[in-house]
């Protein structure tokens, strides 16, 4: 039986109340993810199971219990404290997906911080610009990281400590702290006052114009990923899951750590590259249950083939999903054929903090399908023009959710104007508070879709230029500002190309400055030059030539216009183009 049930009842009868009573969370308590993940566990009886299930490179292995957890956690939140790190102040938390991560995201939320997690691949200047958007006040990172922030930190006033969580102590440099967790556990620690409003964690997502925003979560949305992760993923109290996303990107927070260990659920985490020989032996020595994973790497593992497949006890897996990227029917249709479990589609965001639209456990799949709203969620589909709801199965128009469920982000940082921006009908002087409680507005997610008369949801495309690689949205201005630092480059465009595994890789188009011809020389030296600059997931995979780039009247680059082209599609309204 799954917990859900059925759909349908859950809608007609729901209330985010159920959310508090799963986890055993009453009015005017503290509400704090650090301790629900932990200290809420143990005082249940649990702190002898296993939390965390750690594989890294070679098949090092490491297990904590929930009490480790507990302890642990404790030990970062004193340590923060002595360091007068204050309630609010901004920790970002720097490293591959080592144990360390997964702890001291609890122990920042359990004293009161805001955990900044960022992916450990970005460089130097990625790095930069969200601690400095930020004001970041402490780094945790690793040996092996530590290097990038060393380059950046003469640049961030408000960082005023780079602590080393992991590796070799030796060769740091003045000023940087060693700190090793498991010399310093804490056996009792007073968890910060936190309330539902508090807020909880800030992860940085890509626009089309602009640096990235940081969009701010607060402790409330527990609720919502709690109930995701019961009734989406499934999660009960004897399964192994598995999210394989990196807590630099917001699955891997909300359903790679708090979700599941806000229920006392095992879950198991793989920090080595992706083979998918590695996945299946993974998922066979651990016994893993349920699987929560991107259509990227579905694809990956479907060029691989059944073959492989065949050669590893997968038996113990009894629920499937993904997010990240449109799923497609075939992967759908495969995963149901060569695992016996098809993968569920859920669709959210960042900034919506946990599930929209999804699948449903004992639903009817229509693959190629997102599923219907999340109980609770009310979703609609507006008209692209007029911004009004659409009635009409099958017209294409904007998804759109009412405000005021429990994980919406709450701001993004410094940036209330584009914050307004995402709302239909909000008022120019509205202030976030009033915008994300006001059931008249619409907030608008940025993606077009259609609903059928079944009420499923499908999935047509982006409303704006952000490019989608892998299931990472990267933003062609970051991309194109990059370029256009280089001395030989005058103008740059960025767009997403389509490609096999990954959905869309970049590809660029520039023009050259004066004195300057292409040549493989220079296309390397270009490739050198913004490989420092951007994150490997923003990186061409393909530089284009162009003597003039397609422009608007008002001089914006037509990146529409590029991409229509370079997908054989129509290339729609140019009215707005530039003359020649
Ligand atoms: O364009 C949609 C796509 O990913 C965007 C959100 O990306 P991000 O904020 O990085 O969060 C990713 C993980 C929650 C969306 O606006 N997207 C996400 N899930 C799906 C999807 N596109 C199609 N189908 C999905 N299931």
Redesign the pocket.
């Known amino acids: 039986m799954s917990n859900i049930g059925s759909y349908e009842k859950r809608r007609e009868n729901f209330s985010w109340d159920i959310a508090k009573e799963v986890l055993g969370w009453k009015e005017g308590e503290i509400l704090n993810i650090g301790a629900m993940c932990s200290d809420r566990i143990c005082a249940q009886g649990k702190g002898d199971k296993k939390a965390l299930i750690w594989q890294g490179f070679g098949g090092r292995q490491k297990t904590y219990t929930f009490n480790d957890l507990r302890v642990l956690s404790n030990g970062y939140a004193g340590f923060l404290q002595n360091l007068g790190v204050d309630p609010g102040d901004k920790v970002c938390l720097f490293m591959d997906k080592i144990p360390e991560l997964y702890i001291s995201f609890l122990g920042v939320l359990k004293m009161g911080a805001v955990a900044q997690p960022l992916f450990s691949a970005f460089g130097d200047e990625s790095l930069e610009v969200r601690l400095f958007s930020a004001d970041t006040r402490v780094i945790f990172t690793t040996r092996k990281h530590v290097k990038k922030v060393r380059k950046i930190q003469d640049r961030l006033p408000a960082l005023e400590k780079i602590v080393v969580v992991e590796g070799n102590p030796d060769k740091l440099k003045e000023g940087e702290i060693f700190f090793r967790v498991e010399e310093f556990p804490v056996e009792d620690f007073n968890v910060y006052e936190s309330g539902p409003e508090t807020p909880s964690v800030l992860h940085y ?1 890509s626009g089309t114009t602009g640096q990235p925003k940081g969009a701010q979560h607060a402790h409330a949305s527990v609720w919502g990923q709690a109930l995701t992760s019961s009734w989406v993923l499934d999660l009960k109290d004897d399964d192994v899951y598995w999210c394989t996303a990196d807590p630099g ?3 891997g927070t909300s359903y790679g750590i708090i979700g599941p260990w806000s229920l006392g659920v095992t879950q198991c985490v793989l920090d080595s590259g992706f083979t998918s020989a590695a996945w299946y032996r993974f998922i066979q020595d651990n016994k893993v249950t349920v699987w929560y994973s991107a259509p990227t790497a579905i694809r990956s593992l479907m060029r691989d083939g059944e073959e492989l497949v065949k050669q590893y006890d997968l038996s113990s897996l009894r629920h499937l999903a ?6 497609n029917a075939e992967a759908v249709i495969w995963s149901e054929k060569v695992y016996g479990l098809p993968f569920l ?7 919506t903090g946990s599930m929209m639209i999804t699948n449903f456990p004992g639903m009817k799949i229509k693959p190629g399908s ?1 599923g219907k709203p999340f109980p609770g969620i009310v979703a609609g589909i507006l008209d692209l023009k007029t911004h009004e709801p659409v009635t009409e199965p099958g017209t294409v128009g904007l998804i759109a959710f009412r405000p005021g469920w429990p994980s919406m982000f709450r701001e993004y940082v410094k940036k209330p104007e584009i914050y307004r921006s995402k709302f239909v009908g909000a008022a120019d002087d509205a202030q976030p508070a009033e915008l994300r409680v006001d059931e008249s507005l619409w907030y608008v ?3 077009r879709a259609s609903f059928d008369k079944d009420g499923y949801y499908w ?1 047509v495309g ?1 409303d704006d230029d952000v490019i ?1 690689t892998g ?3 990267v933003g062609p201005f970051e991309i194109e500002s990059a370029l256009v630092e280089h001395e030989a480059i005058a103008e740059a465009a960025a767009i997403g190309k389509p490609d096999e595994v990954n959905m869309e890789v970049v590809k660029v188009f520039i023009t050259l400055n004066p004195g300057y011809e292409p040549s493989d020389d220079l296309e390397l030296n270009i490739m050198n030059f913004i490989r420092k600059r951007l994150s490997p997931l923003a990186m061409p995979q393909e530089i284009e030539y162009s003597k003039k780039l397609p422009k608007t009247r008002s001089g914006k680059i037509l990146r529409r216009y590029l991409k229509a082209l370079e997908w054989g599609e129509e290339v729609g309204d140019l009215s707005t183009l530039e003359d020649d």
């Open positions: 997502t990107w917001v699955t993904s997010v990240g990227e449109p799923l589609d859920t669709f959210w965001q960042t900034e997102m997610s940025g993606d999935f982006r989608n299931g990472h949205l």
